[in-house]
């Protein structure tokens, strides 16, 4: 399918939840209102027609005034690849997880809690991941501040 | 030999003594297997047929930390591995040498500016003997470094240090 | 598997430093006896900070940081960076650049699969097929250094091309080596492959199903040792894959389920004859031309964002950029394909023993590197 006939049927299934969409052939997202990324997950890869099986790519990208959440989907299948946004606000940034859906995003989402601070609610184990379990603040946020050591060794 | 160093003040018996440990010990450097990151493939390179390191007597790559002579720091140390290389690093018995291999753990390498979990050297937590530079270093280059240190070990006494007085 | 656990649980650590984590990993064993229960990995003990780095540096600066996130291919990893950023930009490289890249990522396909047999050998316990590995691979290197510089990590595919032509006489040494190497890998699979005793001790171990990999997003020869025949240099062809002549090796289980450890590790056998034959193609396929020509005055894409994968030898590699339209990238972000694969090693390896998880984690050739950037 093309992406805009993806982003036509997203639009047909969920109508308002789905805030805006950008079919591009370079790169077709689609905003999805944070509250509803499970329903149009579940959709996405159990629909027919779109079977977007493969969680490829699950990032967290800091921007000045909101931290967005990029789902990037693939289906075996049908050979198609479509990407979700969630804009949430940098304070506060907590979000379903979707883990019940792809079982690859137990890892990535821990990724994303560990370097930038979103919280996936119902995720089954969210802890850091790449840093030690007693490091302070998240690194890929843009106003990190360097540590000068870490249990007395500088950094 | 712990019992023996330190008594003695130096003389030609020392002398004598000292050239069959050090012979020994610098002939025998069993390596612990401590790759990290890309040296470490170098590392097995160097161990592989073409830069053979068995002829330099660093035949087997021990498993264990208590078996091991020299710990062969191949690769990146981050913060989260510093705590287990000084816990690795203090099982070594003595008498132990500590090879830094590449520009990651001699001094933090290419992620000296951004790196937030990067030890900027390895010598920050233990003590090296000697430092091999690259990135990553050629296998001639970490042949070059295991002879430097053969000849730092053959230039070791067990006799007193000059100028103590008393037993150690 | 499902087994009964009778008895206390233990818990074993299989540390940072083993002789056989294939890199700074940490797998917590619980084991009843010698059972496991549940073998749960930890990383980040090579956490390098890819991706902080890739924010403060320019484009062509990030390409030697590619490099060192998988050491053994690192002419794949460069590749998956610049070809997504010529895909935000753009820009349109040459015969002579698109036949040379397919070479060099084709023969660094060859080295790290034969690093990952031979240090599979080694764990199983055979040293032979070590020595052999790495002696052939070292033709490989020697044909890398004298084209770049380097053995290991070679900052040689530029944004917009290279960073020089091959030497003369390279088309002649390239294709000498793999008229030597296509034998050797039939010697490798008599005294490995098709050996009793390895075939013994991974052909029942560490069964990955078919749905359960899809659904952890499994990819390369991993996904393809289970049966599915998914390829990027098939599905969505980069850099001309499209007109080259291969086949995409799957796991058939001749000895045993498919999707054990043994057919994964024969997926990297086969690949490495289907890189011989594409290495061959592209020889034939060179042009002269110049390979700099479009590599733009200054890399500052307009504003936007991409996300590219590619097929390294571990599996689908993508990048998703995003560009402000500066010089710097504002986010790079690299989907892994080692850290999904160990995403789902809990799953695939539960109720093996102790000595079948080092099979399962050999036969899944993870890189530290890649995992924890």
Redesign the interface.
Known sequence: MKPDEIAALLGAQFGAKILESKPSPLSPWSVVDPAEILPVCRFLRDDERLRMDHLECLAGVDYKDRIEVVYVLYSMTHRHRYALKCLLPRESARLNSVESIWGAANWHEREAYDLLGIVFEGHSDLRRI???DDWEGH?LRRD?K??TS??D??? | MGVLEGKFEENVFITSVDWLFNWARSNSPWP???????C???M??TG???YDLARFGAEV?R?T?RQADVMIVA??V???????IKR?YAQMPEPKYVISMGSCSNNGG??W????????GVD??IPVDVYVPG??P?PESLLEGLIQLQKKIRQETIAKPKGSKGAA | MEAEYTGDVMTLNM?????STH??LRLELKTDGEVVAEAIPHI??????FE??AE??EYPGVV??TD?MD??AAMNMELGYVLAVEKLMGIEVNNRVRCIRIIMAELNRIASHL?AAG?YGNDMGSFTP??WC??D??TI?DIFEETCGA???YNYNWIGGLMCDVLPGFEKRVIDFIDYFEPQVDNLNKLLSDNYIFIKRTANVGIMPPELAINYGVTGPNLRGSGIKFDVRKDEPYLGYEEYDFDVAIGRGEHGPIGSCWDRYMVRIREVKESCKIVRQAVAKMTPGDVQESIPKRIKPAAGEVYHRTECPRGELGYYIVSDGSLKPYRVKVKSPCFTVMGAFRKISRGAMIADIIAILGSVDVV??EIDR
Request: charged residues 15%; positive net charge.
């Open positions: 790449l840093l030690p690194p990190y360097f540590p870490y249990r060794m500088p950094v | 612990l297997s401590f790759g990290l990151a890309c470490a493939i170098e097995m390179a592989a047929a073409r790559f498993g930390p690769g990146t981050t913060m989260k591995m510093a705590t287990r690795l290419p992620y500016q951004y790196g937030y979990h990067v030890l900027k920050e937590v990135c990553p050629r | 540390g940072p430093q083993h002789p890199g700074v980040g003990y090579l956490h390098r900070c902080k780095h403060n540096i030697p940081f060192r050491y053994c690093i240090t070590f020595l790495f002696r691979r070292e290197l053995r290991l990590l530290l590197g």
